[in-house]
C-alpha cells in the first residue's frame, strides 16, 4: 500500500542524486574542484589557472571545512569511549557541535561505536557573502560502510529496516577565523 | 537565506525532540534509540549500569555534587574536559565558547557583552535544546559549584516564559483613530501576559519555585504621556461606542501625521512581581518584560461656516 509514494520519493530522490553527482563537489577526502552551484563564475576553458570569484572560493573553503569536521566525527564515533577528536570542537560549533557531542554520549552509553567510513556527495546549494557569511550544503551520506557495532561483541547494534542513503543539510559560517560547520540536520526520513 | 536558517533551527529542535525521548527510555533498559548525527537509529542493549559509564567521575570525591539525567535519572559524570560542567537543571554540559563568538552573532540574544555564551550538550531536559546558549550567570554546577536556591529562582523565572503585554488597542492597529477620542489599552490576559503563574527549578536535594503576578503595565503612548495601568485593561467592544476605557485608556491631542510611519508607536511594559521559596530561604525579584505596538491617529475636519 505504500507503493506509490515511495516510488515517487525514489524518483525524486534518484533526481536528486543525479543532480548532486553531476555538480558533486567533495567527497569525505577530497576536496572539492568544481566551482559550486551557486557560482556566478561559470567554467574558464583556457589553460590559464582561473581566478575563483568570492562566492566559489567561500564554497570550496566551507566544503573543506565540511569534509574534515566528518573526518573528526567519524574518528569520534569509532571510539566513543576515549575523548573526542578535537578537530571535531575546530570544526563545528553550535548545534552542530552540540549534536555530535550529544550523539558521541549515547554511543558512549550504550557501548556502541561506528565502524567504517560514510560515503558523501556534497555539495554547497548557497552562499551567502557578508556579516555573517553563510554557506548551505547538501550532502547524500551513504552509510552503506559505516555501521553501529557493539563495542563488546562486535557484533551490528543497527536498527532494522532503515535507509542507507540519507540527506545531510548542513550549514557553514565563518568563526575564529575560519570556515566551520554550525548547524547539520540528518534527514534519516529522506533518502537519497 | 533566513527562511531556510529558521527551517533548519526548527528541524533541529523537532530532531532533537524525536530523538531524546526514545534514547532516554533506552537509558532504562533497551530497546532503539536514534541519535541525532547518525544516519540510522541503533538498538541498544546495556542499562545505566554499562560499564565505563554513568557514575560520579572518579575525581569526585564521595558526598559531593551528584549530576543526573533530569529525564532519566541516570547519573552522568559532573565534570567533562570536552563538555564542561554538568547542569541537573538544564540536563546539558555547559562550556564557554571560547573566543566568544562576534557582537553581532544572534546566540547573545542581544546581551553582548553582558553574560557568556556556552557550548551546550543535552541529554535531554526543560528548556535547552543544545548548541550555543546565552547566560546572565554561570548554570548550576559550572565550575564545581552548585546552583544557590537565588540562582534557582532566576532559572525559575526563565521557565515561566513571562512576555510583555499581548496588546490590544482600540482603534485596533492598522485603523485610524481620531484627536480628541479615546483610545482603549489592555492586554489578553494569560498565564504569561499578567499570571499568576509559577515554576520550580530543581537539582537534588534543591527544589525553588518562583510564583509570579503582574502588578502594572505603564504605556508610553509614543506622544510624550505615559499611561499607568494597574489593570490587564478592559477589551473594547463595539456597543461601548465613544466611551472611555473604565480601567486603561488615553486620548491623544494631536494627530500621528508627523511620526514615523504616520503612526505613535505605543511601548507597553508589564511589571512582574515575582515572590520564591525553597532550599530555607525566600526572596522576591521585579521583572520586566515590554512589548509595542502601533495607533494611528487622524484629525477631524470640522467645516465651519
Not at chain 1, 84 to 89: N, S, V, W
Not at chain 1, 148 to 155: E, I, L
Not at chain 1, 162 to 179: F, K, M, P
Not at chain 2, 187 to 194: D, I
Request: hydrophobic content about 35%; some cysteine; charged content about 10%.
Amino acid at each position: 500500500m505504500h507503493s506509490n509514494p515511495r516510488s515517487l520519493v525514489r524518483a525524486i530522490a534518484v533526481v536528486t542524486v543525479v543532480a548532486a553527482l553531476t555538480t558533486a563537489c567533495s567527497s569525505a577526502t577530497t576536496p572539492p574542484t568544481q566551482s559550486p552551484a551557486a557560482s556566478t563564475t561559470p567554467p574558464t576553458p583556457s589553460t590559464t589557472a582561473p581566478s575563483p570569484s568570492p562566492t566559489a572560493e567561500a564554497a570550496t573553503a566551507a566544503l573543506a571545512s565540511y569534509s574534515s569536521y566528518w573526518t573528526a566525527k567519524v574518528a569520534s564515533f569509532a571510539d566513543p569511549a576515549s575523548k573526542p577528536d578535537p578537530k571535531l570542537a575546530s570544526y563545528a560549533i553550535d548545534k552542530a557541535l552540540a549534536e555530535a557531542q550529544s550523539t558521541l554520549l549515547v554511543l558512549r552509553r550504550a557501548g556502541i561505536a561506528m565502524q567504517g567510513e560514510p560515503g558523501h556527495s556534497a555539495q554547497a546549494t548557497a552562499v551567502k557573502l557578508g556579516d555573517p557569511s553563510t554557506v548551505t550544503i547538501e550532502d547524500c551520506l551513504d552509510s552503506t560502510k559505516w555501521t553501529p557495532v557493539y563495542v563488546a561483541t562486535g557484533k551490528s547494534a543497527l536498527a532494522p529496516g532503515q535507509a542507507t542513503h540519507v540527506i545531510v543539510d548542513s550549514l557553514a559560517t565563518v568563526y575564529n577565523g575560519r570556515w566551520v560547520i554550525r548547524e547539520s540536520i540528518t534527514h534519516k526520513d529522506r533518502p537519497c | 537565506m533566513l527562511t531556510r536558517r529558521g527551517c533548519m533551527v526548527a528541524l533541529a529542535a523537532a530532531v532533537f525532540l524525536a530523538v531524546t525521548a526514545p534514547s532516554a527510555q533506552a537509558d532504562g533498559g533497551g530497546g532503539v534509540t536514534c541519535p541525532p548525527d547518525l544516519p540510522a537509529c541503533v538498538v541498544v542493549v546495556t542499562g545505566p549500569g554499562s560499564p565505563g559509564t554513568g557514575g560520579t567521575g572518579p575525581t569526585d570525591p564521595p558526598g559531593t555534587r551528584v549530576c543526573k539525567v533530569p529525564s532519566t535519572g541516570a547519573v552522568t559524570p559532573c565534570y567533562d574536559p570536552t563538555f564542561g560542567w554538568w547542569s541537573n537543571v538544564d540536563g546539558c554540559y555547559f562550556m564557554a565558547v571560547e573566543p566568544p563568538p562576534p557582537p553581532t552573532d544572534p546566540a547573545w540574544n542581544g546581551h553582548y557583552p553582558n553574560g557568556r555564551v556556552y557550548q551546550t550538550t543535552c541529554l535531554g531536559g526543560p528548556g535547552v535544546g543544545g548548541g550555543w546558549v546565552w547566560l546572565a550567570n554561570n548554570p548550576d554546577g559550572y565550575g564545581g559549584v552548585a546552583a544557590s536556591p537565588a540562582t534557582l529562582a532566576q532559572r525559575a523565572v526563565d521557565l515561566m516564559r513571562l512576555t510583555g503585554p499581548d496588546i490590544g488597542t482600540a482603534p485596533t492597529a492598522g485603523k485610524t483613530g481620531l484627536v480628541g477620542l479615546p483610545v482603549w489599552l489592555w492586554t489578553v490576559v494569560s498565564a504569561s501576559t499578567w499570571g499568576p503563574t509559577s515554576a520550580t527549578a530543581s537539582v537534588p536535594g534543591v527544589s525553588v519555585t518562583a510564583r509570579a503576578k503582574a502588578t502594572r503595565i505603564v504605556w508610553d503612548m509614543g506622544d510624550g504621556h505615559s499611561v499607568t495601568c494597574t489593570s490587564p485593561g478592559t477589551p473594547y467592544t463595539t456597543a461601548q461606542g465613544d466611551a472611555l476605557s473604565p480601567t486603561c485608556g488615553h486620548v491623544y491631542a494631536a494627530s500621528s501625521a508627523a511620526q514615523p510611519n504616520h503612526a505613535y508607536t505605543v511601548t507597553a511594559t508589564t511589571t512582574w512581581s515575582v515572590t520564591w521559596t525553597g532550599g530555607g530561604q525566600s526572596g522576591a525579584l521585579t521583572v520586566t518584560r515590554t512589548s509595542s505596538t502601533q495607533v494611528r491617529i487622524g484629525e477631524l475636519q470640522v467645516l465651519v461656516s
